[in-house]
């Protein structure tokens, strides 16, 4: 059966914009991908606020911010309540991405658009999925199957593959099937059974235009800028995203270092530096086999990353000699301590920011090359009368809720003055166990005391409030702790590391309890650094996508993501691969994309299929004011012989050309595959076309009527 499949991009379609768009297949809307830039501009979300309330799955590829960016704030301000599917590594890294940018936002201003804690909320609805592993949709979207695929690029990127009855759908985003130093490639081009003829593929036209040097090449380029510039004691300065692409570098670089035994500082500079590294470690199942069997036979992990260093704080970083390497956060530096790092190391002819991505449009490093004035924002302590004036409001406002805490207990231990005397057969309760909050009696929405109503004439039980942790599983069932089974020498390091954090604390406490403000300022960077860029996007290049395509042969597709000159050269490519059904949407058009565009739900009279299970059917269409959905009812005898006409066989099935090359095989025929289709005994062509057709030619005889008839054989036939 097909489904009534519809598109909309309400973000990132003929731009470079974030990544957000919805499927609606029948009556379910799946909302693909959920991205936000690191400016965090409210209005790149209207679209998404007109339909939030509507959508019923959300199927999340990469862990930036370009994919997930907006999921705290879409579940936070818009009330979304919908599932929330992702790979294990997804959803621990865009936990850690968001972290790093909230962090970084806060360091120079009153970043408001969401916090930590509504992180952590919208995390926590994600069901994690594994590669290859099929999972059923429910609700109003049961019927639909989802599926992850690996998509390279980043630690558990995601090609999603949408199931419902016989379309398929291929969500394929930023992926790149070169293997590198931590990934393997995707396999949207290595398996052609399971990608193979989608009913639609929705790609990407980002890359189209560009063109990649070898990994080798690129490689080498990076190593030699590196150390020419630290051997002219030159800084280098590489902006990242927090927790995906920084990987790749990282692992290169602290390679590099150990087999060269190279003294210069490495460093890496992120608010969540620690925990990345951490949860990448854990992950390598997820990463390249090389890898895994580096770990296998040395029993080492990977991504130890013994040289190097993994700083938090700008002066840990200044206080380490120089010239240095530092990966530091964000990639565009319009924030983060990347920003930072550029503002002080611009000024140095002999340093150098190496940009390993492309980023958003009008940020730090898109305009680099001719931005010479910047405001520049950052967080002060307060000084003279600001600071009288803030510990002066600090003062009434504690003292305020110093009062209404006074008030709200009084009038308590007096209700439960009155409430002891109503009930002198119960125990008495002494009120300093809880003395600062009790159960109270009010009336309900219909104006009923709940102490006459017969539901509620039982008085409820003194309780401390009990929130029910969400319990996590994996395929061996629910997570367990390990530290509760580990050594005495482990528990006792971990001690001692806790008690480490624990004299840190105070510091930390300490700087963030001093009264400071957000203040910008313009000021004139004098850039003399030297800007160079290395693509490590880790993505396929135009040329690959151009292979690729191809080889899934999809029978339409979605063009999205990429800037006009982008889709409109890939749109022309499609279009001479696909004869036709290549559609490249604006933001905000909705296009149909299903397998019949003339396609209505209707439903059918016991009268109309009585004794049939599968039928031709002639009928007329009722529409009924009272009933919405329009019924198909049986032709009046007397209008039967109006309507009489050919009813031409219908052919069911779909056949392998390679499996029936196989079947004639060993039913004796000669049968080899050539260019133009499969030549059977030198006088018989078989062919399919793009729309999945079969054409048999040849000339009449009863070899060519014997061929057919196994191919018919082949298909059901009505």
């Known amino acids: 059966m097909t489904s009534y499949i519809k598109f909309t991009a309400l973000s990132g379609a003929r731009d470079d914009n974030p990544l957000c768009y919805l499927l609606e297949i029948d009556e379910a809307k799946i909302l693909l991908d959920c991205g936000w830039y690191d400016n965090f501009d409210e209005e790149l979300l209207k679209p998404l606020s007109e339909v939030a309330n509507s959508i019923d799955a959300i199927l999340l590829s990469h862990a930036d911010i370009e994919h997930i960016g907006a999921l ?53 609805k994600i069901v994690q999925l594994r590669y290859s592993q099929p999972f059923s949709l429910t609700g109003k979207c049961k019927g639909i199957i989802i599926t992850a695929y690996s998509a390279g690029h980043t630690l558990g990127g995601t090609i999603w593959k949408i199931k419902k009855d016989t379309d398929e759908i291929l969500y394929a985003v930023n992926y790149n099937h070169k293997k590198e130093r931590h990934l393997e490639g995707t396999q949207l081009h290595l398996n052609s059974e399971l990608f193979a003829r989608p009913s639609l593929l929705i790609t990407d036209s980002r890359n189209s235009l560009n063109v990649q040097p070898s990994r080798k090449q690129r490689d080498s380029f990076l190593i030699e800028t590196i150390f020419k510039a630290l051997n002219n004691k030159g800084n280098v300065l590489i902006p ?47 990463m390249s086999d090389s890898l895994m069997n580096v770990f296998s036979q040395t029993r080492e992990n990977p991504f130890e990353l013994k040289h190097l260093k993994l ?44 940009l390993p991505t492309k980023c958003q449009p009008n940020s730090l490093s898109k305009k680099l090359y001719d931005l010479w004035y910047e405001i520049i924002k950052s967080r002060i302590p307060l000084e003279g009368e600001e600071l009288k004036e803030f510990l002066r409001l600090d003062q009434i406002k504690k003292e305020k809720e110093a009062a209404e805490a006074a008030q709200r207990k009084h009038n308590l231990l007096i ?23 009790f159960d109270l009696y009010v009336r309900d929405s219909n104006n009923m005391d709940y102490t006459t109503n017969m539901y509620y004439n039982d008085q409820p039980y003194k309780m401390y409030p009990c929130n029910d942790q969400r319990k996590k599983f994996d395929d061996y069932g629910e997570v367990i702790n390990a530290e509760m089974y580990a050594h005495d020498e482990f528990q006792a390091a971990q001690l001692e590391n806790s008690l480490k954090e624990s004299e840190e604390e105070p510091e930390r406490e300490a700087e963030m309890s001093i009264p400071s403000k957000c203040i910008s300022h313009i000021e004139s960077i004098p850039i003399k650094c030297k800007v160079c860029y290395i693509d490590f996007e880790g993505l396929s290049d135009g040329k690959s996508i151009k292979n690729i395509i191809p080889q899934v042969s999809p029978k339409k597709i979605i063009l999205i993501h990429g800037n006009e000159e982008q889709t409109l050269h890939l749109q022309e490519f499609c279009k001479s691969v ?61 209008d039967k012989n109006k309507n009489n006409s050919y009813i031409p066989s219908i052919i069911i099935g779909d056949l392998k050309l390679s499996e029936f090359k196989k079947l004639l095989q060993h039913e004796g025929y000669n049968a080899e595959f050539i260019p133009s289709g499969l030549l ?12 999945g057709r079969l054409i048999i030619e040849g000339s009449l005889s009863s070899e060519y009527y014997k061929v057919r008839t196994l191919l018919y054989n082949q298909f059901a036939i009505l």
């Open 72 to 124: 705290p704030y879409a579940i936070s301000k818009f009330k979304m309540t919908c599932s929330i599917y992702a790979t294990i590594p997804v959803q621990n890294m865009g936990q850690m991405c968001l972290y790093d940018a909230v962090q970084s936002h806060l360091a120079t201003e009153d970043f408001t658009k969401f916090t930590l804690d509504e992180i952590d909320d919208a995390f926590e």
């Open 240 to 286: 990242v995203e927090s927790t995906t692409r920084i990987l790749e570098l990282a692992y290169i670089l602290d390679q590099h270092w150990g087999n060269n035994r190279v003294n210069f500082p490495l460093v890496v500079f992120t608010h969540q530096g620690y925990r990345t590294i951490q949860f990448a470690k854990s992950m390598l199942e997820w």
């Open 311 to 354: 700083k938090n704080k700008l002066h840990e970083v200044e206080e380490l000699k120089s010239p240095k390497v530092v990966l530091a956060s964000m990639k565009s530096l319009e924030t983060g301590y990347a920003r930072d790092l550029f503002i002080e190391w611009a000024r140095d002819k002999n340093n150098i920011v190496i």
């Open 415 to 437: 209700m439960e003055d009155d409430d002891n005397d109503d009930n002198d057969d119960n125990d008495e309760i002494d009120v300093n166990l809880l003395n600062t909050q």
């Open 578 to 638: 696909i004869s036709n059904g290549v559609e490249a949407p604006h933001v905000g058009e909705c296009i149909n994309v299903s397998a019949a565009t003339n396609i209505y739900q209707i439903k059918l009279t016991d009268t109309l299929m009585d004794d049939y299970e599968l039928a031709f059917i002639q009928g007329q269409i009722e529409l009924n004011d009272q009933n919405p959905n329009p019924l198909l009812d049986i032709i009046p005898p007397e």
């Open 680 to 691: 059977v005994n030198e006088t018989i062509l078989i062919q399919k076309n793009d729309s």
